[in-house]
């Protein structure tokens, strides 16, 4: 069923033009949050920027992310509220301004919010209209939820992530990870959360709550590792799960690595290539002066003889250090099929040519760079942007607005009473894309219950069949999906094509520029067909000028967004210049393209971002009506996820770990004990810290903290010193070796939590699988099957009365 748009109590936006006075998508609606860690801030950065009222519940002395230099960029456009919640005075203010709002968004550790006087369960009863929102660690159920302190590094350590990524450190054991994987997919889930309750409540009006966690939100960025482990497991006589790289012979491992290969140029400086399919494969060996058809080229990356696969790795370093950035670029010139990026880092993101040419960046007052908007549409106006609040800047008018009648005007006249139907029942999707980055945006539309149909070419989408197993790669961009397959190349299947776009309500496209003209699926062609769409374009790059035709995948993204250099410790741990030996080049390679395509990467970011920005579409819509032409890309959601070390003015800058990856300082670091490793995370905590002290006997402003600290810890099991440092109240965790695939997806952490469930599909059979990431606490998730290439178009043909 298709959601009617006109039945939701406000007319439809018919003007072409976009005026400074056209509603936003948020318009109208007041956000509280507790504006106390990372999640929150982009939860309300995003809202904000969309048109919401935001309202930072900040303490006396103020939200801690304050002090950094992105704050101008998560506070921009926001209210401040500042109160003590631990005075009845400051309860009852606090408890009357979310009264008058339309979302909560709760960052506390567990039970904060009750002993504040904001338990859930008091504000839902007494704002039925409430979305509330609840952002958690690992789950307000879980062991862990009241054991410790939640910060994004104890969770990555307790659910194996640091482990994952372990192939970023130069050593054994696992890497400290300095980039908000937890945060960033938290709260985009969070938001997505917000956004499908607020749909469902434009027919119902009644708010809900919805809840996300840290730990959970971080299965979002596996796109298949986990199954390859289903598989070597399944059939372990035929299969063998081996890592990316030979860290000994300095040489990948799998045909797959070679393609996304980080090579140094003539001139000295690094380059990320990402030929993923056979055709980009091909292009740039031929550009390399390689001959693709040659038998020995074709079996060197599979052989099992390690000398042919060393001697064709460094065939391959060698040609690209024949060019260089200049010269490659007049390559990439010449043929749309070969390109690599950069590696850039920090500030140099918000520099890249394509966000420049796109508006992508916007400034402050005082002339500092940020990233701007998540998505920009044609049916309203650009971001303008306004500063962050001073601390209590808006005391006054808070105290004003509470002072008001609790009851707000409704948006719009319900059309049904609440029930459990999901989120977004009666909305489809039409899907062109390939691969995980756009696609998996619309995979989490179908969780709260969107129809997605796919729409595919008659081979299928390539990510099927990129690792040698047939369908596994694809199931989980796949999940909840509709398969139909139309050859836009026949004429006779335009009847099809347009009886889909005139039953869709949203389209998404994420080809890269030229490609959706050519297929007579870009936005002019169907919404010509059906005026009231919205359309997201989500490549890449962009679907314009300088590099809208350029393949773009997670390495090049990795590369070009600055999170490879992060990831391995910052642009300190880069060796650069055309003089490096082969050892340096081949070591520094691989961890730089390890950087760029880990196990958490560019894809879930990007495809986070298109979920979300769908939404506000979708909302945008709901709310007010009309088309709208929305845009949004891999390289400006990664700018945006970055912040913290792409903002560059007044504030703290984000620390960079050491060059061994174990942490960013003394009590924020990761160390070996006799069986292990452990995660201590000391946050300015005053009473932390002096526990710690006491307990360890160790002057924890000396110079030679972490040295006195590792020789301690090694001195008994990592469980041991867990369980002595929770018990005084400090965040020290086993960093579980145990990769999270592993633990969490196929282990009993999953279950046990929550995070995971039992798939079946027609080719793999069952297999765990995670659950719908966001939860509602009314609206009810949908996990259906990954399909088959065309599996529904014969039904879909006769749902449409077509032959």
């Known amino acids: 069923m298709t959601l009617d748009w006109q039945n939701v109590g406000l007319p439809a936006v018919t003007d072409e033009a976009v005026s400074e006075t056209a509603l936003l998508p948020l318009a109208g609606l007041r956000v509280v949050t507790t504006a106390n860690a990372l999640p929150t801030a982009v939860v309300g950065q995003i809202l904000a920027d969309y048109g919401a009222e935001v309202w930072l519940l900040e303490p006396p002395t103020g939200s801690i992310l304050r002090t950094q230099a992105a704050w101008k960029f998560w506070g921009r456009g926001q209210h401040s509220l500042c109160v003590d919640l631990t005075t009845e005075a400051g309860q009852e203010e606090a408890r009357a301004l979310i009264a008058r709002s339309d979302v909560f968004v709760d960052g506390w550790g567990t039970g904060v919010a009750a002993r504040l006087g904001l338990a859930a369960d008091d504000l839902v009863a007494a704002s039925p ?20 302190t939640g910060w994004e590094p104890v969770v990555t350590a307790v659910i194996g992530a640091n482990s994952s990524l372990e192939s970023l450190a130069q050593r054994e054991g696992p890497a400290f990870i300095s980039t908000p994987f937890c945060s960033v997919s938290a709260a985009h889930l969070a938001l997505q959360g917000i956004l499908g309750a607020l749909v469902e409540r434009e027919r119902s009006g009644a708010g809900q709550r919805v809840e996300v966690s840290l730990a959970h939100s971080f299965l979002v960025y596996d796109t298949w590792n986990w199954l390859l482990e289903v598989l070597a497991k399944r059939y372990e006589s035929a299969f063998t799960s081996v890592p990316p790289y030979d860290y000994e012979r300095l040489v990948p491992n799998t045909p797959f690595f070679f393609r996304l290969m980080a090579g140094l140029s003539k001139d000295g400086r690094w380059l990320q290539f990402s030929q993923t399919t056979d055709r980009l494969w091909f292009a740039f060996l031929r550009s390399c002066g390689i001959d693709p058809d040659d038998p020995e080229v ?61 508006g ?25 942007y306004q500063p962050p609040p001073a601390l209590g800047a808006d005391n006054d008018l808070a105290a004003k607005l509470v002072a008001e009648a609790v009851d707000r005007p409704t948006a719009a006249v319900p059309t049904s009473a609440p029930t459990d139907a999901p989120a977004l029942n009666g909305i489809t999707v039409l899907e062109f894309g390939t691969f ?47 398969s139909v397959v139309i050859d836009t190349s026949v004429p006779e299947s335009r009847a099809l094509l347009e009886a889909l776009v005139r039953k869709a309500d949203v389209v998404l496209q994420g080809f890269r520029a030229g490609v959706a003209d050519r297929m007579g699926v870009n936005a002019d062609d169907l919404l ?30 990795g590369a070009a967004s600055g999170l490879a250099v992060r990831n391995i410790g910052g642009a300190p741990s880069v060796p650069v210049g055309p003089d490096l030996t082969l050892d340096e080049t081949k070591r520094t390679g691989m961890r730089l393209a390890a950087g760029a395509m880990g196990s958490a990467n560019a894809d879930g970011f990007a495809a986070l971002g298109v979920g979300t920005g769908l939404l506000l579409g979708i909302l945008g819509h709901v709310r007010h009506g009309g088309g709208n032409v929305m845009r949004t890309s891999m390289l400006s959601t990664m700018a945006a996820a970055l912040a913290d070390t792409n903002v560059a003015g007044p504030g703290t800058p984000t620390p960079t770990p050491d060059e061994q990856l174990l942490g960013l300082g003394p009590l924020h670091r990761l160390y070996e004990t006799a069986d292990g490793w452990l995660m201590l995370v000391v946050l300015d905590d005053p009473e932390a810290k002096a526990a710690l002290a006491m307990l360890t006997g160790i002057d924890l402003d000396a110079d030679d903290t972490a040295e006195q600290l590792g020789a301690l810890f090694a001195t008994a099991p990592a469980a041991e010193w867990q369980e002595r440092l929770l018990a005084v109240g400090v965040a020290g965790v086993v960093a579980e070796l145990e990769h999270c695939d592993k633990r969490v997806v196929l282990g009993e952490f999953g279950t046990e939590h929550g995070y995971t469930t039992t798939g079946l599909h027609q080719v793999l059979d069952d297999y765990p699988r995670p659950k719908a990431y ?28 077509l032959a």
């Open 436 to 482: 995980f980055a756009a696609p998996f945006g619309a995979t989490l539309l179908a969780e709260q219950g969107a129809r997605v149909i796919k729409v595919e070419a008659p081979e299928g989408d390539s990510i099927r069949n990129i690792i040698p197993f047939p369908e596994l790669a694809g199931i989980k961009v796949l999940h909840g999906k509709e």
């Open 360 to 384: 992508r960046v916007i400034t402050d007052e005082h002339g500092v760079r940020m990233a701007g908007a998540l998505a920009l549409a044609t049916a309203w106006p650009r971001l303008t």
């Open 298 to 358: 074709r079996d060197a990356p599979t052989s099992e003889d390690d000398d042919v696969r060393v001697a064709f790795w460094e065939k391959l370093l060698a040609a690209v250090r024949t060019r260089t950035v200049d010269e490659w670029m007049d390559v990439f010139d010449h043929d749309p099929d070969v390109w690599a990026d950069e590696f850039r880092s920090g500030p140099q993101t918000l520099e890249h040519p394509q966000l420049e040419a796109d």
């Open 528 to 557: 010509a067909i059906n005026p009231d769409l919205v359309y997201m374009i989500a490549p890449g790059y962009s679907d314009g000028p300088p590099f809208g035709r350029k393949p773009a995948f997670a390495p090049t993204m």
């Open 774 to 801: 966001t939860k509602f606490s009314r609206s009810r998730s949908v996990l259906n099957e990954a399909p088959l290439c065309g599996q529904h178009t014969d039904a879909v043909l006769a749902e449409l009365g």
């Open 129 to 148: 209209r409430l979305v509330h929102t609840r952002i958690s660690a690992f789950g307000d159920d879980s062991s862990w939820a009241t054991a410790v």
